[in-house]
């Protein structure tokens, strides 16, 4: 029962060091971090965490308006090396991430990016991309991983907020860990193998464009990291993914009819 605590320790530690889960990381886990966070960004989104599930969902609407949704299912195939990987998108627990997602795929932002962080030892961990800054051969790999999303409407990069639903709610926890909401029950979104989640730095509401792939189950990040979707083909090909491979291209091939731009 130790080994497997000390080793999820460790990587956690490594996380949180490599993390720009929204921030970056380099070949690490996380970046913007996978279970880390993004130090390269230093600002947030900071809400506070939200009383009741009602209270949730008001502020989800007050404050993330100006966020893109997704309002039932998609698929997206993302191509990696020649080689399709298919996913499918939860817009129905994650509207606001899945939402993201499929703003960006559909922007074209994903296409030419670098997977900077693949992790499989001393276990199976994650290989995490996403990060705009790689689409430019130049830009120095050990700095990838510090990037995210930058809006031509605004010209800031877009944060989105930390959304997990818990099992048997209503509605997704905002802003916070389910642990920091006082939530006990699990996640519906779990960090099963193939889960795609988003990575982010240590405030909550600082993801934007990087996401990762579980390699394993890593359940200790349940709660914690927004899990938007999974895997349904292309496992083999993600494991295969090696730091500095990029996606040629990623689409949504089902499901656009639920997807709400923003306005």
Known sequence: MQMPIKIQRWLFSILIIGALFVAGCGSSPVANSTPTSNPASGENISLSPSPSAAAAAVAASSQFSNLPRLEGKATVVMTVKG????????????????????????????????????????????????????????????????????????????????????????????????????VKEKPVLMHTRGAVAMARSQSPDSASSQFYFTLTDVPFLDGSYAVFGYVKQGMDVIDKIEAGDRIDKATVTQGLENFKPVQ
């Open 83 to 182: 080689s399709p990987i298919t996913i499918e998108l939860d817009g129905t627990n994650a509207p606001i991430t899945a939402g993201n997602f499929v703003d960006l795929v559909q922007k074209g932002v994903y296409d030419g990016l670098v997977f900077h962080r693949v992790v499989r030892e001393p276990q199976p961990f994650v290989v995490q991309g996403g990060d705009p800054q790689g689409k430019d051969p130049k830009f120095p790999t050990a700095r990838l991983g510090t990037g995210g999303f930058i809006d031509p409407k605004t010209t800031v990069e877009r944060r989105i907020p930390l959304e997990i639903k818990a099992q048997g709610a209503a509605n997704p926890t905002y802003s916070a860990t389910l642990q920091e909401a006082g």
